[in-house]
C-alpha cells in the first residue's frame, strides 16, 4: 500500500472565504491587508528598512541593470580541421554562430561566412586561396 505525499497546511486554505482569518469580518476591506509592495518599509523609525538594505544592496528600488542588457549569446566554436573534414568538396560554407579557430589545415580554396574568426584562421584559409568573411 503507497502511501500519499502530504500537502503542506498553508496550501490548504487558500479557497475559502477566510482563509485563516477566522470570521469573515475580520477580513473584509483593504484596511486589513496592511499596504502593497514595499509599505511600511520606511515608516515608523525605519524599523524593516535593514531588511531592504541587506537583500537588495543598498538599492532600495528599481531594477538591476544586469536584467537590462541583453544576454549575449555565446558562439560555438569550430575548428580548420573540423571543416576540412565535414565540408570536403564544397566552395562556400556560411556559419552563422560559429567562430573559427585555426587548429589543423585546409587543403583547398574554401570562402567561409562566419560571426567570428581567429587571425590564425584568416591566415590560413588566404594561404590555401579562400577567404573569411565576418558577419
Known amino acids: 500500500m503507497m502511501k500519499s505525499k502530504k500537502r503542506k497546511k498553508s496550501t490548504r486554505f487558500r479557497g475559502l ?58 558562439l560555438t566554436s569550430i575548428n580548420l580541421r573540423d571543416i576540412e573534414s565535414k565540408f570536403k568538396g564544397r566552395e562556400e560554407i556560411t556559419l552563422k554562430g560559429f567562430k573559427i579557430l585555426g587548429e589543423g589545415l585546409v587543403s ?7 560571426s567570428a574568426a581567429s587571425k590564425s584562421a584568416i591566415d590560413k584559409v588566404k594561404k590555401t586561396g579562400g577567404g573569411i568573411i565576418i558577419i
Not at 40 to 55: C, H, M, P, V, Y
Not at 108 to 114: G, V
Open 108 to 114: 583547398f580554396p574554401i570562402k567561409i561566412t562566419a
Open 17 to 74: 472565504h477566510t482563509a485563516q482569518r477566522g470570521a469573515k469580518k475580520k477580513a473584509r476591506g483593504k484596511g486589513h491587508r496592511g499596504g502593497v509592495g514595499k509599505a511600511g518599509s520606511g515608516k515608523r523609525a525605519d524599523q524593516k528598512k535593514t531588511l531592504f538594505i541587506n537583500n537588495f544592496k543598498g538599492k532600495y528600488f528599481g531594477k538591476s541593470k544586469t536584467l537590462r542588457n541583453p544576454a549575449k549569446k555565446k
